[in-house]
């Protein structure tokens, strides 16, 4: 880089710092200048986050000036070559400033106001009534994974863990994982997708074999490791969904559908008082039928 551009970047930089200093007239260092409008050092250090190294600070700030004058560059061109009527946006800001307006209104009516408590009877007969809704696109599984050094005396013990899931199995196996695994995942209470899982192991598992099968184990060996993927449960792609799947996705279309007629009865109420309070007027004209 040119000695220069060194210098100027070098000085930049200290007057970005010492404009730091509490002080209006600081803020008021000019930076840049296009036309009438000018950017104050004041402006780029709102934009500026804390804690940049002096490069990024540098580069940061170079960057905003130059989009900063390609902007007012662009706001001059548009003033000298639009005609009046495109220049003035006073419906268009009318227009911005009421959707914001009644936005927030709405929102915050909604937070004050609005019941998001979902109880798991509202669930279960939301679920009842719309499980045709609820139909899988992929196979989902309950299962555990574990993948042990091949140097771990008898690694097939663990199966034991996995042939009947009880409170007691499942806190033996995590402590024998948490001293031998190198890494294991135990989905007994929560549905995953089983390519997911499946993933883990070291070649491709056929999806029905391990499915189908009577004993839904499987075990794969490498130069390395002990594999082994268990299957507790699992529903096909296709079938419904097992409501504790769709748990969440549930509670939010309830909440969802909470909003909508909450927002439809303020619209009406609203609309109600200002005919109960003579809010608004609605002037009707006679027409004289004529031929066309």
């Known amino acids: 880089m040119p000695r220069k551009t060194n210098l100027y970047l070098f000085s930049f930089l200290m007057l970005l710092l010492s404009a730091c200093t509490p002080g209006e007239e600081a803020g ?6 296009v036309g009438e409008k000018v950017l104050y050092i004041s402006d780029l250090q709102s934009v500026l986050p804390s804690g940049l190294s002096q490069d990024d ?7 905003y000036i130059k989009k900063w004058i390609m902007n007012e560059l662009l706001v001059s061109k548009a003033e000298e070559n639009l005609k009046p009527d495109q220049k003035d946006l006073t ?7 009421n959707s914001m307006l009644t936005y927030r209104y709405k929102m915050e009516l909604m937070l004050q106001k609005l019941d998001t408590i ?7 007969n939301y679920y009842n009534l719309y499980q045709e809704n ?17 140097e771990v005396s008898n690694p097939e013990q663990v199966k034991v863990f996995c042939e009947q899931v009880t409170d ?9 994982c948490t001293k031998f695994a190198i890494t ?3 989905f007994v209470d929560n549905w995953v997708d089983l390519d997911l899982i499946a993933a883990k192991m070291p070649e491709p598992v056929d999806n029905e074999k391990i499915l189908l099968r009577r004993n839904n184990q499987i075990e794969m060996r490498d130069d390395g490791f002990y594999y082994l993927l268990c299957i507790i449960d699992f529903r096909l792609i296709n079938q419904t969904a097992p409501i504790e799947y769709v748990h969440e996705s549930i509670r939010n279309l309830i909440i969802n559908k909470r909003k909508i007629d909450f927002l439809k009865k303020l619209e009406e109420d609203v609309y109600n ?20």
Request: proline fraction near 4%; charged fraction near 35%.
């Open 28 to 33: 008021k260092t000019p930076l840049a200048r």
């Open 57 to 63: 600070s540098l580069l940061m700030a170079q960057d």
């Open 91 to 97: 419906r268009e800001l009318e227009d911005y400033r």
């Open 118 to 124: 979902v109880r798991e009877q509202e669930i279960s």
């Open 134 to 150: 609820f139909v899988l696109d992929r196979t989902i599984v309950k299962a555990i994974f574990i993948q042990i050094p091949a």
């Open 168 to 176: 007691d199995n499942l806190k033996e196996l995590q402590e024998y």
């Open 184 to 186: 294991y995942d135990i």
């Open 273 to 292: 008082e200002g005919v109960r309070n003579n809010k608004f007027k609605v002037y009707e004209y006679e027409t004289e039928n004529q031929p066309i």
